[in-house]
């Protein structure tokens, strides 16, 4: 079986079962130092306790998953705190919420994640555009529930008047599925970029996970460790590169945590690689912060 995959606008034919000798990104050698990393992270900007991370991208993508992903490889086991639905085909996450992971009862790790509605091809359904952009800036209050129909504004419950520099976004991750990033619409795509857009305006860094790596690439569903040894899995990335300009070194490949019941080192390695790459933009942004 094989697949087209988009190269600077051009549509290249590509069997997804071909391996480079050598991965194009080492992770599973400095999973054990990635992970030192990110378990001792602590924001050198003293007025942080929390970094915070926004997922988001089109509905299904694996947001929640991720999340629950991070939260499995700190617990050394299987976690699901963020609510997932494989069968629905509109967002299952509604409300606003912020993922905390603790070391212990007393302590967090000194990073947080928040989840948001997914973007939808139609324009009313789905997260509306403007709300993930009230949400950078920290206007979008815990706990406040999308409204496809309605875009959050000023005076509305829900709306966070005057948040601090700990309620707005440190990172802005993109979330997609490595198996449809040649099949996204154009309308899916506005949205994502319009979204990037209006970070960069802010000066959040951005970066993108690519997601379901094993259901886009049949070597990696036969063993994870071949992630970034596809050359189908390197296209998708740098298709993907072209379509939101997002730099190569800021897209990774990661396989959730959704059939599996027991720790997995190689799904662990990816894992763990990027969100140590969000934690190092994330404190540069804070580090260049006029408090």
């Known amino acids: 079986m094989s697949y087209f995959t988009a190269m600077g606008g051009v549509w290249s034919f590509l069997a997804p079962s071909a391996l480079l000798e050598q991965p194009w990104r080492e992770v599973s050698e400095k999973y054990q130092s990635n992970l030192k990393f990110v378990k001792s992270y602590q924001p050198e900007n003293k007025q942080f306790k929390h970094l915070r991370i926004l997922l988001h991208g089109p509905v299904g993508a694996g947001k929640s998953s991720f999340i629950n992903s991070v939260d499995s490889v700190l617990k050394g086991r299987s976690a699901g705190r963020a609510l997932t639905n494989a069968n629905s085909g509109s967002s299952y996450t509604r409300k606003y919420r912020t993922f905390k992971f603790h070391k212990n009862p007393e302590a967090t790790y000194s990073f947080v994640f928040n989840d948001i509605m997914g973007f939808e091809k139609d324009s009313d359904r789905g997260v509306p555009v403007e709300d993930v952009k009230l949400a950078l800036r920290g206007h979008v209050k815990e706990g406040y529930k999308f409204d496809p129909d309605q875009e959050l504004k000023e005076g509305v419950d829900g709306y966070n008047s005057d ?51 094993d259901e886009a690439c049949p070597e990696v569903k036969k063993d994870t460790s071949n992630i970034y040894k596809s050359k189908y899995l390197k296209e998708k990335v740098e298709g ?22 027991e720790p997995n080192d190689k799904m662990n390695a990816a894992i763990v690689c990027a969100l140590k790459h969000m934690l190092l933009y994330g404190e540069d942004f804070l580090n260049d912060l006029e408090t």
């Open 163 to 213: 948040p601090t520099l700990e309620e707005k976004v440190h990172v802005l991750v993109c979330v997609v599925r490595a198996d449809t990033v040649s099949g996204l619409s154009d309308e899916m795509v506005e949205k994502m970029r319009e979204v990037r857009v209006s970070a960069s305006e802010l000066g959040i860094p951005q970066l993108a996970i690519l997601t379901r790596v």
């Open 240 to 261: 993907f590169h072209h379509l939101l300009g997002i730099p190569l070194n800021c897209i990774f490949l990661v396989k959730n945590y959704t059939e599996e019941i």
